[in-house]
């Protein structure tokens, strides 16, 4: 494995005194894992969920993934020639910005980029993202699905919640002790930014639209000392 270029002092971004420890941290373990690992992984996430990068971290137990400041990650890498910790570091920096992680390996790079091409995970999405659907609850009795599932196979949305999604929007109105809508009433439309109160609607539905994906977009080798694009690969 290369011998990394002699360490520099390097001045983080100005922050308080815990933030700045965390920085110093971080850039000294992501520069340890670059020691220690054949493969650097740049991977970018959508649809961030705690709860799977932690599951994807107990998958990859023998390897690291740092989620953290971009910049910090970024300058312990190296941003140019001059101060890049491995030979041809450098080139992976560039890849940094965004919602961006790194991913530090043993294993082959084509193991890592086919498990990652496959996986993802569907969760309830939050306001901001895009609607990949339409859903629209039919008029009548409303329940628990929204009309996603036979009334005969469904529970009717308890009449105590009936305040609450007329709050999210929902024209509703209680007889008889039963939700009603007098007319279809569109939650949202495919393509739709959603808001804070149609997300709640829908997770109160059951209807998931976010998918948490990784993508890995390039790695660098310390055996060949250089940074392969990932879609380049696959192309």
Known sequence: MPKSKRAKVVHLSKTDKKGKELSLKLYAD??????????????????????????????????RLFFGKTKVMAKALGLTDADEHLKNLSRLSKHINGNIGLFFTNREPQEIIEYFSAYSQTDFARA???????????????????????????????????TTVRKWGMPTKLEKGKVILDAPYTVCKEGQTLNSHQTALLKLFGVAMAEFKIEMKAYYSTAKEDVTEVGAMEE
């Not at 009795?141 to 009936?162: F, I, T, W």
């Open 128 to 162: 901001g993202i895009t609607a990949t659907q339409t859903f629209t609850i039919p008029a009548g009795v409303v329940y628990s699905r929204g009309g996603e599932l036979p009334a005969d196979d469904d529970v009717q949305l308890p009449h105590s919640q009936e």
């Open 30 to 63: 992501v520069q340890e894992a670059a020691d220690n690992y054949q493969n650097i992984f740049v991977f970018e996430v959508e649809n961030m969920r705690n709860s799977y990068l932690k599951g994807v971290r107990a998958e990859f137990s023998d390897c």
